[in-house]
């Protein structure tokens, strides 16, 4: 049995605190990811979307999904938005859409991963471009009826300058995740 698959085996039979801490840390590293941004208008780029693809795939979709949803209730009181900004206001601003998206995304990615279905690379790649859709389709549906846009311009500042970023945290997910998923086919 290989050192991953024991890794994972244990990480499922886990008591309650520690699926608990998992879930706390996750949300804490959103958090984090958020405070790392390249400042630009009207979204930043951040780390937030490829530690949700993170928490869906080591996570599940019930406890990925949580540990998002977490992070968005610790974000109502505490600087865990990105360049450390917080409050309902952040949540309803113009990037609101893409924050709320988080949680969604870890469900379904987490669903979609945790099928029964293909362990293979391609699975994982697919399931992972499916939590980059919702997060951006969502987030540009919301940018564009937060700050009154066309969609064309609203695909142009808040989808397009991602594609290459979030395919680049795709393929780092996937780099981290393919070893645990492929263990698990064994």
């Known amino acids: 049995m290989t050192t991953a698959t024991t890794l994972h085996r244990s990480l499922l039979r886990t008591p309650l605190a520690w699926q608990t801490a998992a879930v706390v840390g996750f949300a804490a590293l959103t958090a984090v990811g958020a405070q790392l941004v390249v400042p630009t208008e009207p979204v930043p780029f ?51 859409g893409y924050l709320l998206a988080l949680p969604l995304a870890a469900l379904v990615v987490g669903h979609l991963l945790g099928g029964s279905g293909s362990r293979g690379l391609v699975s994982t790649v697919v399931s992972l471009l499916a939590g980059v859709v919702i997060i951006l389709g969502l987030g540009c549906l919301w940018l564009k009826l937060a700050l009154h846009l066309p969609w064309s311009v609203a695909f142009a500042q808040g989808v397009a300058p991602f594609i290459g970023w979030e395919l680049v945290k795709v393929a780092a997910v996937t780099a981290l995740v393919q070893p645990f998923r492929a263990a698990r086919a064994a």
């Open 46 to 96: 951040t780390l937030q979307t490829l530690v949700t693809l993170l928490a869906a795939a080591f996570l599940g979709r019930g406890r990925g999904a949580f540990s998002q949803a977490l992070y968005l209730i610790g974000g109502l009181a505490l600087p865990a938005f990105a360049g450390g900004t917080f409050g309902l206001a952040v949540l309803t601003g113009a990037t609101g």
